[in-house]
């Protein structure tokens, strides 16, 4: 099966240099689409100057799933990986992807993370949400047939957080299976920060409540998993309020931006739901708009 591997990239020079690397060394021969957002670090520079790079696309949007969406766009693998920036494939990884090909048109493995005493990693997550069983894809590591892509019309450029955990739900309801493979693992390159810590309480439930509102409507599932939600983490702030870790007024501010997020979720989810009726549920995916490069460089 040809392979393309999409690594969407915004000001993280050093960290795709690592990651380009590791699929240089670890899946040679595959092609490479790096979607680089308005980076100002220059990246663009670093990645033309590469011999490894089939193809760079440069794009004026910031959203992790327009990046996603532009690379399949330039895919002409049988099937598509998506691999983050400041992630590093190990020796396993093309073959695990080879093995879970074998019977799911989805293939999705953990993130390995240094610690003091040697590496962390993750475990399959799994979660029943209205009689369906969802098999979450490790965002930045996954990878999927052209097929499926195609027949879920790529991410939904709607969410700004959220996008692989939509697609997830989605790639349930369309009753294909999601393959976990241990050892199609990556590992966090040395000097990758992860991102931000800070949450932005308002777009987590808002992407929350619109993803659920789309996928399941407003059942009585929906709001259950909602509330509980809101419950853990306002307990969790709350002890931070009385451990001295976090105001008061942080935390009243905290649960007015989770109301917000949920009425703002549960609203457009409703409206994406009517606009997209099909098993996709995916009205702002790849058709939607076709403007998202600003140029193209290809080797």
Known sequence: MELSVVVPTLDGREQLAGTLDS?????????????????????????????????????ADRSINAARNAGIDRANGEAVALVNQGLSLTEEWLEGLRVGFQTSPVVTGPTHRPVRAGKTTEAVERRTIAGRTVTYVNPGNLAVTRKLIDDLDGFDEYLKIGGARDFSHRVAGTERSISWQPEMAVERVVGADGGSTERDWGWKYRSLSYRLAKNYGLRPAVIGRLYRNAVRDGADALREVFDGDRRASIWLDTGRQVLGGVARGLK????????????????????????RAVSVFEN
Do not use: H
């Open 23 to 59: 699929i240089a060394a670890n899946a040679p021969g595959v092609e490479v689409i790096v979607v680089n957002g308005p980076s100002t670090d220059g990246t663009t520079g670093m990645v033309r100057d590469r011999a490894d790079v089939d193809v760079l696309v440069e794009i």
């Open 268 to 291: 457009d989810g409703l409206a994406a739901r009517a606009r997209d009726r099909s098993e996709r549920r995916n009205p702002r995916g790849r058709s939607s708009r076709r403007d």
